[in-house]
């Protein structure tokens, strides 16, 4: 499995922006993705997740009525559409994934799959 995050930038509070995530993958199967982030000097966090259906969304608490995950199965691409940004989703965001129809999985340890991060930068 191979993931190729794409879409950051550089805007201006309020903006919208939002973030592509290309999975590649060699067997037909369902899995999971989901997004992090890692702003400077914290720890990683969990941003939103789709399940493979897509029937199942869940967002972290500082993105969720502002942030919206949605996939396209057939271009095997997840988007995270980020409005209202604030200063504070500055970080590079990466896509993840993990084999498997389920949700709930929030924790970075939870996914075996990951792309290069793109940075999201927020000016005030």
């Known amino acids: 499995v191979q993931l190729q995050a794409s879409g950051g930038g550089l805007v201006q509070a309020g903006d919208s922006l939002r973030l592509s995530c290309t999975v590649t993958?060699?067997?037909?199967?369902?899995?999971?993705t989901g997004w992090f982030r890692r702003a400077p000097g914290k720890e990683r966090e969990f941003v939103a997740l789709?399940?493979?259906?897509?029937?199942?969304?869940e967002y972290g608490d500082s993105v969720r009525g502002r942030f919206t995950i949605s996939k396209d199965n057939d271009r095997n691409t997840v988007f995270l559409q980020m409005n209202n940004l604030v200063p504070e989703d500055t970080a590079v965001y990466y896509c993840?994934?993990?084999?498997?129809?389920?949700?709930?999985?929030?924790?970075?340890?939870?996914?075996?799959?990951w792309g290069h991060g793109t940075l999201v930068t927020v000016s005030s």
């Open positions: 993958i060699r067997t037909f199967s369902s899995y999971v």
């Open positions: 789709i399940t493979w259906s897509g029937d199942n969304t």
């Open positions: 993840a994934a993990r084999y498997g129809p389920g949700g709930g999985y929030t924790f970075a340890d939870d996914y075996h799959y």
